[in-house]
């Protein structure tokens, strides 16, 4: 089964996003990509993080779920490789694609031209989640570059104009920067029907049990240790 969708066979989404009024999730479940060896593929650590979710949190049947009894995801969402390959192990538990809004590294662009682009991806994932009727009432998993989910630099540096999940989503009650070395949590965010404002916010951090109790769970400012990081870069 292929992994992934790639953002631009999503016509008929954006068609459907286009036509709804009040429509948006429920329930929202944002987290950073694993642990990265390169600028295409994670690390040892990220892997068995990826794996982790899934078998702990994300995929069907995780030990500690972080969905309703009897729901399913409505979608996996990722941007970059890091976050396809975070997501796949859970998404493939429930049969489902990732939707991957698909910013892949090209040598041959520069970097502003990068960064332009995965602005405008998210700014997309935004609001397709925020407006279509694929996603209304429904709960969807989100793995994101950190910068996109929140950074106050990006924001003051694009004031006026929303880039960061944290605007897009009206999360004015999280923190205002993800730091560079924060794997480990997710945030969840609740809406109630015809309400674009979140009605709750939680940060909630990543702490497997056995067999997987040996993956890092720092809190929110502190960093990873040292020797866990062999192999990884931020």
């Keep these: 089964m292929n992994a992934a969708i790639c953002f631009s066979s999503l016509v008929g989404l954006a068609a459907l996003a286009a036509t709804s009024a009040a429509a948006q999730p429920s329930r929202v479940i944002i987290l950073r990509h694993a642990e990265k060896a390169n600028a295409y593929a994670l690390c040892d650590l990220g892997r068995e993080r990826a794996n982790a979710l899934a078998k702990q949190f994300l995929g069907e049947g995780a030990a500690h779920s972080l969905f309703a009894p009897g729901e399913r995801p409505a979608a996996f969402m990722a941007v970059t490789l890091h976050s396809l390959e975070t997501l796949t192990p859970a998404a493939q538990t429930w049969g489902l694609p990732v939707i991957d809004y698909s910013v892949v590294p090209n040598k041959d662009e520069d970097e502003d031209a990068q960064e332009a682009e995965i602005n405008a991806r998210t700014q997309e994932a935004g609001r397709d989640l925020m407006s279509s009727r694929v996603f209304d009432g429904k709960t969807v998993v989100v793995a994101w570059e950190h910068k996109r989910i929140a950074s106050r630099k990006l924001e003051k540096d694009y004031r006026g104009q929303e880039m960061t999940f944290r605007q897009l989503l009206r999360l004015g009650q999280a923190p205002e920067s993800w730091s560079d ?54």
Excluded: L, R
């Excluded at 809406?191 to 674009?196: D, I, K, V």
């Excluded at 404002?197 to 040996?214: G, I, M």
């Excluded at 720092?218 to 240790?225: K, T």
């Design 181 to 234: 070395t924060n794997y480990d949590y997710f945030w969840i965010v609740d809406y109630a029907p015809g309400n674009p404002n979140p009605t709750k916010f939680e940060a909630v951090k990543q702490t497997f049990t056995s067999p997987f109790n040996a993956i890092p769970a720092p809190d929110w400012e502190a960093p990873e240790p040292k020797h866990i990081e062999a192999g990884c870069k931020k």
